[in-house]
């Protein structure tokens, strides 16, 4: 198994969550901006590809009967080591703590018979939108650990929105036989939530002074089982666990960034 190293450029936040406390952010609020960088040690892997064998005219390309897909779950740029789409978040944030505003809407797109964007946040008891811009049916499954959040046929170019409750990660997967669609939607209380880009780097703006925990998490990539029918046809995976490193305790005082450079290893 590999680790991810955390190059942190910051400090951030701790304190109980009140059960029941609804966070109010503000449209003005300024804070600190908290930046880091997440790397892979080591020489770049492969992306992990996945077959594809259906609706592959669109999936594919024109006059396709196949083509290996790139599930997203792990991206890592060659040139830099950078590791994309890591969450990084404040852990155990006190609700009542005034900060900056959620950023408006939620969406996420099928696109060539994959997800876009690969992880999302949408604000508890807001409305995700979901699309489908592609002219096949699919189905979007939502995973809220091994319940159902919701369960959505979507078979021509439309939208649906989804009004999400519960906090928690909603794993995406397709059941109309793309099965190497896989997304996530993290549906949050307070907007301290960000992803790496595609250089490994995040910014974590608005942060309020005081000490925080900060959280890096990564999705599990390395295929644990394969799932197939009686007649021999993959039906799924099943991947490893995700990767979430242990919290980390930083101190944000008033200022534009922080730029405290040290190294910490997701294992």
Same mark, same amino acid.
């Given at each position: 198994?590999?680790? @991810?190293?955390?190059?942190?450029?910051?400090?951030?936040?701790?304190?109980?969550?009140?059960?029941?406390?609804? %966070?109010?952010?503000?449209?003005?609020?300024?804070?600190?901006?908290?930046?880091?960088?997440?790397?892979?040690?080591? $020489? *770049?892997?492969?992306?992990? @590809?996945?077959?594809?064998?259906? &609706?592959? $005219?669109?999936?594919?390309?024109?006059?396709?009967?196949?083509?290996?897909? $790139?599930?997203?779950?792990?991206?890592?740029?060659?040139?830099?080591?950078?590791?994309?789409?890591?969450?990084? %978040?404040? +852990?155990?944030? *006190?609700?009542?703590?005034?900060?900056?505003?959620?950023?408006?809407?939620?969406?996420?797109?099928?696109?060539?018979?994959?997800? $876009?964007?690969?992880?999302?946040?949408?604000?508890?008891?807001?409305?995700?939108? !979901?699309?489908?811009?592609?002219?096949?049916?699919? &189905?979007?499954?939502?995973?809220?650990? &091994?319940?159902? +959040?919701? &369960?959505?046929?979507?078979?021509?170019?439309? +939208?649906?929105?989804?009004?999400?409750?519960?906090?928690?990660? !909603?794993?995406?997967?397709?059941?109309?036989?793309?099965?190497?669609?896989?997304?996530?939607?993290?549906?949050?209380?307070?907007?301290?939530?960000?992803?790496?880009? +595609?250089?490994?780097?995040?910014?974590?703006?608005?942060?309020?002074?005081?000490?925080?925990?900060?959280?890096?998490?990564?999705?599990?990539?390395? !295929?644990?089982?394969?799932?197939?029918?009686?007649?021999?046809?993959?039906?799924? %995976?099943?991947?490893?666990?995700?990767?979430?490193?242990?919290?980390?305790?930083?101190?944000?005082?008033?200022?534009?960034?922080?730029?405290?450079?040290?190294? !910490?290893?997701?294992?």
């Amino acid at each position: 198994m590999k680790t @991810l190293i955390l190059v942190l450029a910051c400090m951030i936040g701790c304190a109980s969550v009140c059960l029941g406390q609804k %966070y109010e952010g503000s449209e003005d609020f300024e804070g600190t901006t908290v930046t880091g960088r997440v790397v892979w040690p080591g $020489d *770049a892997p492969d992306p992990l @590809l996945l077959g594809a064998s259906k &609706n592959t $005219d669109v999936c594919c390309g024109e006059g396709e009967t196949a083509c290996d897909k $790139d599930s997203g779950r792990l991206t890592v740029n060659p040139e830099n080591n950078g590791v994309k789409n890591c969450v990084v %978040y404040l +852990a155990r944030y *006190a609700l009542d703590t005034p900060g900056k505003a959620f950023e408006k809407g939620a969406e996420i797109n099928q696109l060539g018979c994959a997800y $876009d964007p690969h992880v999302t946040f949408v604000q508890v008891g807001k409305k995700l939108v !979901i699309r489908n811009s592609d002219d096949i049916l699919h &189905n979007v499954h939502g995973y809220l650990g &091994n319940d159902t +959040a919701f &369960n959505l046929a979507m078979p021509l170019p439309a +939208a649906s929105k989804q009004k999400l409750k519960k906090p928690g990660r !909603i794993e995406l997967r397709c059941d109309a036989g793309h099965t190497w669609m896989t997304a996530w939607v993290w549906v949050i209380e307070h907007p301290y939530y960000t992803t790496t880009d +595609a250089d490994g780097n995040f910014s974590l703006s608005g942060v309020p002074d005081g000490v925080y925990e900060l959280v890096v998490w990564h999705e599990g990539w390395e !295929i644990v089982d394969t799932l197939e029918s009686s007649d021999g046809k993959v039906t799924g %995976y099943v991947f490893s666990e995700p990767l979430e490193m242990e919290p980390v305790e930083i101190v944000v005082e008033a200022g534009e960034f922080f730029d405290l450079p040290a190294e !910490i290893v997701l294992e």
